[in-house]
């Protein structure tokens, strides 16, 4: 009896000393943001205040701090351009970026383990969305101080595709934030706010943007407008499921027009009845056009014209040309691995020499033809830096940082690798592409990812109707190395940079010859190395 009663107490007690996660209103943490697929190691601190709904992040110490004071609607951004650090000042209001787990209850105590050489406890929290699950596990030590957040799966703090991502907490202190955090940088003096930025430059480039909250508060934007949206048109769906299907299609054409709107043209757009409609519902009313952005700089163009005969199937991994998947992380580079896989592959065509190239490179130097590092950019932008620039560095000599850097192509070490031009496929004819990839190598391509089912992709031919769109919709860039038939459907083989923890080891299949899906054939690129 006794004894029972002494190991209920002494369970009771092991139950009692388990810490909680902390909620705090206000603190600051600083630590490591990693990406263990592409090393990407990164100095982040975070001083948060939800009292006064500001916060204060800085990664890489100073390279990029971002200090959103969302009680005076204003924004401090500054970040490296080229040789020089800028201040931006934006406009509007947002949502915290929290890093401790705002749903304690829903997190299951998992046992303890050791973390960072601390003895920590841990706890769980499954994700799921489209169909993928990913698991989240939060380790705090026996005070309830956070060790570690572990994230395998979709990163839905910072918004970003499914991989492994870490982040270390190496100091953690709750309480007021010093007002000095929220102090007007230096450099910001004098600078007037412009209007929350556009959603444009995402849409165009990157399918996230480095942060989160700025598409966080739009989405409940969007929510709100919806319902108004749903009234006027007396809009009544079927399901839940369609619901969602709708205001997504929704939600894009809204950012669209808002892009649109931004620019301050000669005249505006708003929306209307067709909305929540997929293109393929809307494109019986007009007729698509597939206009190629203004004069990009390259000298020539890949048409179809030599009939060769072609092979069935290329893969340009079996000549070893392809370089091992990368890994963008959390900063709109996109365009930026495009390129160099379209450079690595043609130079290795051509040389029988596979270099791996310097993405971080253009992201800190290119700032040429609307590229703009982490906030995206375009192919023939690289190209032309490299001719520029007289060649890039290697990925060893000039390593990824997943944030806007300092350029320092006055220093890194080349890579012997240069370009002497670069070419437009003809655009919106997969033909052309088709001839380009089996006879030139990997070709840098545009397409538009937008769909939310491309960020979750798996397995298979990926044919999407909502994708049948213009080059308005082209978003992300990617490289097609190859192509074939699978299962009776004629696909792309496309390397992304999301890590081998997306897609098919990183890569995707993607509809051929099934009317430009996705606008793969429409702003295809590569160069002339060397
Ligand atoms: C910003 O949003 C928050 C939360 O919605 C709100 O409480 C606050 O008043 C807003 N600030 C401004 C200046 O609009
Ligand atoms: C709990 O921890 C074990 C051992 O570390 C792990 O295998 C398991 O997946 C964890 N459970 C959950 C729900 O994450
Ligand atoms: C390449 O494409 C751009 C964008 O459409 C165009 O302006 C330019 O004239 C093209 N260049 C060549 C050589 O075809």
Avoid at 186 to 191: D, K, P, R
């Amino acid at each position: 009896m006794k004894s029972i009663l002494l190991l209920t107490l002494m369970a009771v007690a092991t139950i009692l000393a388990v810490p909680s996660i902390p909620q705090p209103t206000q603190y600051i943490m600083s630590g490591t943001f990693e990406i263990p697929y592409f090393n990407i190691v990164e100095p982040i601190t975070l001083a948060y205040d939800s009292i006064n709904n500001r916060q204060f992040i800085d990664y890489y110490q100073g390279l990029d701090v971002i200090i959103n004071l969302f009680n005076q609607d204003l924004t401090y951004t500054i970040s490296p351009r080229v040789y020089e650090m800028t201040c931006t000042v934006t406009q509007g209001n947002g949502t915290l970026i929290n890093v401790i787990p705002n749903d304690p209850t829903n997190w299951i105590f998992n046992g303890t383990a050791l973390v960072n050489n601390v003895q920590s406890y841990s706890f769980t929290k499954k994700i799921s969305a489209y169909g993928r699950t990913g698991t989240y596990t939060f380790y705090i030590d026996a005070n309830g101080n956070p060790i570690q957040f572990y994230l395998n799966g979709v990163d839905t703090i910072f918004d970003s595709h499914p991989d492994i991502y870490i982040l270390n907490f190496a100091t953690y202190t709750e309480g007021p934030v010093a007002e000095s955090y929220f102090a007007v940088p230096e450099l910001c003096n004098g600078i007037s706010p412009t209007p929350q930025a556009s959603d444009e430059q995402e849409s165009t480039i990157s399918i996230f943007g480095t942060i989160g909250q700025q598409l966080v508060a739009r989405e409940k934007l969007h929510r709100v407008n919806f319902a108004d949206f749903k009234n006027k048109y007396n809009r009544n769906y079927q399901s839940n499921a369609e619901h969602e299907v709708r205001f997504n299609l929704y939600k894009k054409a809204a950012n669209m027009i808002d892009a649109h709107n931004a620019k301050g043209l000669s005249y505006t757009l708003a929306v209307n009845q067709f909305a929540d409609m997929t293109d393929e519902e809307f494109h019986t009313r007009i007729t698509p056009k597939n206009k190629r952005p203004e004069n990009n700089g390259a000298h020539s163009t890949h048409d179809n014209e030599h009939t060769i005969s072609l092979p069935a199937t290329v893969d340009w991994r079996q000549q070893n040309c392809v370089t091992p998947v990368k890994d963008q992380g959390v900063c709109g580079s996109c365009w930026t691995f495009g390129s160099t896989g379209s450079l690595e592959g043609t130079y290795c065509v051509k040389h029988n020499s596979l270099i791996s190239l310097s993405e971080q490179q253009l992201v800190d130097c290119a700032y040429i033809m609307e590229s703009q590092g982490c906030n995206g950019g375009f192919a023939s932008s690289a190209f032309q830096y490299i001719m520029n620039d007289q060649g890039i560095s290697t990925e060893a000599a000039y390593p990824y940082l997943m944030q806007n850097g300092i350029c320092k192509d006055r220093y890194a070490p080349k890579s012997g690798v240069t370009v002497a031009s670069y070419v437009n496929v003809t655009s919106a004819s997969e033909a052309a592409l088709q001839n380009a990839v089996a006879t030139v190598g990997p070709v840098a391509v545009a397409i538009d990812a937008s769909v939310p089912d491309f960020r979750y992709y798996s397995s298979g031919v990926y044919y999407s109707p909502a994708c049948q769109n213009g080059p308005d919709d082209l978003d992300h860039e990617v490289l097609a190395i190859g192509y074939g038939t699978y299962q009776g459907s004629d696909y792309w083989l496309v390397k992304n940079s999301w890590s081998t923890n997306w897609g098919i080891d990183g890569y995707i299949m993607m509809a051929r010859n099934h009317g430009n899906n996705c606008g793969i054939s429409t702003q295809a690129t590569y160069p002339i190395p060397n």
